[in-house]
């Protein structure tokens, strides 16, 4: 089955740091990618949707000068929690979606990060 | 309204147990259904595709109605693995909805 790769699967840092997680869609190619927050007992959020070789679409109230999102390729996305600061401590998942209609997302293990 | 609602639940039922969810959804032009687990501090798993006609895998069945806009997930003999949220999803055009889970307890 399609295989969602996410890295790292856990973060701790102190406030200020930028982390940079990665999303990678290891047996298909994924022409949109999408990154959900989700803290505990809550559901899932989407923070955005990201197509290969454009900007990335932010819903709103996500902050995109915050929450970087790079593209470059079919298989990589990469998310940069720019200066996290205690309230960015969360689970954020990354999925992918194979090219073709209706074609079901497949989510990357998460990563749990943790700002001190 | 939100594009997707489901019963939170929970849903706690014994070992054996037949159980069921719906979800229902807005937009009348949707055009994949899917059913996901979600487990405790992990990430959400595709369970099944659903289509027009049902589908059924193994103890799960799966049912999409477009007049009344809703799908359903029946699990047969509910083992206590089976106890996760289930979250439905809708896509239209590459966008896709997540209802908010329905939480499902099967207890000894």
């Known amino acids: 089955g399609a295989v969602v790769s996410q890295h790292p699967s856990w973060v701790i840092c102190k406030s200020g740091t930028s982390v940079k997680i990665e999303c990678r869609s290891l047996?298909?190619?994924?022409?949109?990618m999408f990154w959900y927050r989700q803290f505990p007992k809550q559901s899932l959020m989407l923070m955005a949707t990201?197509?290969?070789?454009?900007?990335?679409?932010?819903e709103q109230g996500v902050e995109k000068d915050k929450f970087l999102i790079n593209h470059a390729s079919l298989t990589l996305s990469t998310l940069t929690v720019t200066s996290a600061h205690p309230e960015d401590s969360s689970f954020y998942i990354c999925?992918?979606?194979?090219?073709?209609?209706?074609?079901?997302?497949?989510f990357g293990d998460g990563t749990r990060l943790s700002i001190l | 309204r939100k594009e997707v609602e489901q019963d939170p639940g929970p849903f706690n039922v014994p070992e054996g147990a037949t159980v069921a969810f719906n979800c229902t959804y807005s937009?009348?032009?949707?055009?994949?259904f899917f059913w996901y687990r979600q487990d405790c501090r992990k990430e959400p798993k595709l369970l099944m595709s659903?289509?027009?006609s049902g589908n059924e895998d193994g103890r799960f069945t799966a049912q999409l109605n477009r007049a009344s806009q809703y799908i359903s997930l029946l699990i047969r003999d509910s083992k206590l693995s089976d106890s996760a949220t289930y979250l439905c999803?809708?896509?239209?055009?590459?966008?896709?909805?997540f209802g908010s889970g329905t939480k499902l307890n099967v207890k000894p």
């Open positions: 999925s992918a979606a194979g090219q073709g209609y209706g074609q079901p997302q497949h």
């Open positions: 047996d298909f190619q994924a022409t949109t």
């Open positions: 990201s197509n290969e070789g454009s900007k990335a679409t932010y």
């Open positions: 937009n009348s032009a949707s055009q994949s």
């Open positions: 659903v289509y027009s």
């Open positions: 999803v809708e896509t239209n055009f590459n966008k896709f909805y």
